[in-house]
């Protein structure tokens, strides 16, 4: 089985390696500009930002015996919702968000001796999406896959242990924590794990697969024209992410348009991602999400990407198919999946789709992506 490093590898996307120093720039170039000045915000999307909405992404405290309930009709409705009562301490989020700080505070010359190289993931370097876009985004990222040791012996010299064994403790909590959400979605579907080989009699599912994924988003001269990270889906079962005190990540809602998702001191936000939307057979809506910046504060997030094996074939569950709903995806391998994925970005859920004019139907991840292109 291909790691989650050489499946990425054997997919490359071709990203721009003009680095720039962020601090430096007093105003916003045009490489970084989606919108010109006399644009609205219709051109930065089709769709507008909800600003009086009191509709709000659900929060589920995980110790609620209702939890699996309220995790289902969260998945199916917004595809999205924030967790507490989770069982991870505070002190590990402060512990990563000060790692992430010191990473991204480093001069632009030290982060650059961990860049990713061109056909990498691992590493300092622009989001992969951002070969998508004919703008560069105002942010930057470190991806860790397997261990952070040869990267951050690059980085810092003589604290890196310090900094590997943060990473260690915290994918070991995300781990575990994503196993349990995972018993819990698949329990909100009607799933018994044993449906599922590869979860383990205990549903530990030990053979996952996950990425760590730092990113940045410093201060912005000119932040209605700028793009922090443009609109995606994620190409997991489910992404972990914690944010800093910073606002800025937005969640796509049918009918209701961008919605804010607000820091939750101590909460996670919980992604469905493609391969999930799969697997429900369409039930569960992988949500289009996307980052906004600020003139005067900087933003970090961590998110925890996490999906199966690499050679897993993921599959509509036979349980969610029937006369009324048919199958609505063909089986997929995250590494296949991957490989769609740095082809066709956001039209990659639609390329393993069966019979899409019948079935489309059905499909809340339908054909959203011609509207995320700027105007
Ligand atoms: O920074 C965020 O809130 C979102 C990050 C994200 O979407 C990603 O890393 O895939
Ligand atoms: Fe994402």
Redesign the pocket.
Known sequence: MPSLSEAFRGHPVYLHQKHHDFNSLQELPDSYAWTQPDDDDHRLTNYPSNNKTKTVVPIIDLNDPNAPNLIGHACKTWGVFQVVNHGIPTSLFSDIQRASLALFSLPLHQKLKAARSPDGVSGYGR?R?SSFFPKLMW?E?FTILDSPLDLFLKLWPQDYAKYCDIVVEYEAAMKKLAAKLMCLMLASLGIPKEDIKWAGPKGEFNGACAAL?W?S?PSCPDPDRAM??AA?T?STLL?I?H?NNVN??QVLKEGEGWVA?PPLPGGL?I?VGDLLHILSNGLYPSVL???RVNRTRQ???V?Y?YGPPTNVQISPQVKLVGPTRPVLYRSVTWNEYLGTKAKLFNKALSAVRLSSSINGLFDVNEDKSNDFQVG
């Open positions: 989001a999406i942010s990222c994924h990113n988003y922090g990270l995606h994620d992404t992410l944010q800025g990540l998702v936000v992604n999400h996307r980052v933003r970090f997030s998110a990407l």
